[in-house]
């Protein structure tokens, strides 16, 4: 797909499949967090981590954003996206770059953090798109395989 008119043929996501999948979503990342953790806890001899509480945090954020960002890069769609058939594409039609990817990734996370309202926009947005997917020009299509 080479451009922007031919993004009209794919149906915007709807909302509540969108929160299905950020659900879905959470359980996953939940893991990936004990994962990380776990690393972090070997890594330090099993040691207190509060000393790098800081670093810490960094480290999640970055290797969560990583983690999902390398879902949307290669297909499109993290677990839970694939399980409610959506799928996130950039304005050509194709998957993310992996800046498009982080920088939505950090966009969407503080638009959770702010009580959804970057996600919320997307329910008075006339093309249904959320604050996060307006800002990298990106957008979540609903999808039949």
Do not use: E
Request: hydrophobic share 50%.
């Amino acid at each position: 797909m080479s451009n922007k008119a031919n993004l009209s043929d794919f149906p915007s996501a709807p909302f509540l499949r969108r929160i299905a999948a950020l659900v879905y979503d959470s359980f996953i990342v939940f893991s990936f967090l004990l994962l990380a953790t776990t690393i972090a806890l070997a890594v330090n001899h099993g040691q207190s981590l509060m000393p790098y509480r800081w670093l810490f945090i960094s480290y999640l954020f970055i290797s969560t954003g990583l983690f999902l960002s390398w879902f949307w890069i290669t297909s499109g769609q993290t677990l839970g996206m694939l399980a409610w058939k959506i799928k996130v594409i950039n304005q050509d039609g194709k998957t993310l770059t992996w800046k498009q990817a982080f920088l939505r990734y950090c966009v969407g996370f503080f638009s959770l953090g702010l009580g959804a309202i970057g996600l919320l926009w997307c329910l008075f947005n006339q093309d249904k798109q959320s604050l996060h997917d307006i800002l990298l020009k990106t957008r979540v299509i609903k999808y039949q395989k």
